[in-house]
């Protein structure tokens, strides 16, 4: 049963800490996708690779926010400094260009 | 400015109702759309895609419909389940946002035995 994986699935850091999270799309996806979830802004796209090259990370606070795709089979977010207001869950998912996604089970970080 | 828009924000029904959510987007020129479901504290699961060449998409109980020229898209669920208590999200992506989907806010759906 091919799925997106992520991890950790909860981080809770303080303010100031490098947080890294991981994703593993499913094999066979070209596209990977990143996004945050809040309460106040619903579901927001961060950024996203195709065959491992950026394509789009308007959405990613450039300044402390990083996204890398080191092989086909990982995906990482990095966040450096963490802040108080980067409390979320972020989701990973993959896809076939502008075919359905998939989405992991996220990650929940909370900065305090 | 391209959103997505779900109405209603809830819905309470009784067990074995038919019941229809609604999906409004701003912008026709879309590539494709996609309902999901999200449970409280899990992630998305993907339950239908319609493509803008189709005008539905059928998967169990699920009936999901698609009218580009009006900007609207229904998912239709048949013989409701307790089981089917969830978040309903529907999702765009337009033609010129390349891969990114847009998302609406959400209709949060309670199914009572």
């Known amino acids: 049963d091919a799925r997106v994986t992520q991890t950790p699935r909860d981080k809770v850091t303080e303010m100031g800490q490098e947080v890294t999270m991981r994703c593993q799309p499913i094999?066979?996806?070209?596209?990977v996708f990143w996004y945050r979830q809040t309460m106040m802004q619903g579901l927001e796209l961060l950024a996203y690779?195709?065959?491992?090259?950026?394509?789009?990370d308007s959405g990613m606070p450039k300044d402390r926010f990083s996204a890398e795709m080191p092989d086909a089979t990982l995906a990482t977010l990095k966040i450096q400094p963490s802040e108080p207001r980067d409390s979320a869950v972020y989701f990973c998912?993959?896809?076939?260009?502008?075919?359905?996604?998939?989405f992991g089970p996220g990650t929940r970080l909370t900065v305090l | 400015k391209q959103e997505v828009t779900q109405i209603p924000a809830a819905l309470s029904v009784p067990e074995g109702e038919n019941l229809v959510l609604n999906c409004s987007f701003t912008?026709?020129?879309?590539?494709?759309l996609q309902w999901f479901r999200q449970d409280p504290g899990k992630g998305l699961t993907s339950l239908l895609l319609?493509?803008?060449?189709?005008r539905e998409q059928t998967s169990g109980r699920l009936n999901a419909s698609l009218d580009k020229s009006s900007g609207r898209s229904t998912l239709y669920i048949a013989a409701s389940q307790p089981g089917d208590s969830a978040t309903y999200l529907c999702?765009?992506?337009?033609?010129?946002?390349?891969?990114?989907?847009?998302f609406g806010e959400g209709t949060q759906l309670t199914v009572n035995p």
């Open positions: 998912a993959s896809g076939l260009a502008h075919w359905e996604q998939f």
């Open positions: 912008d026709s020129a879309i590539y494709n």
């Open positions: 690779f195709r065959n491992r090259a950026p394509l789009d």
């Open positions: 094999l066979g996806h070209n596209t």
């Open positions: 999702a765009v992506i337009w033609e010129t946002s390349g891969s990114r989907l847009t």
């Open positions: 319609i493509q803008s060449s189709q």
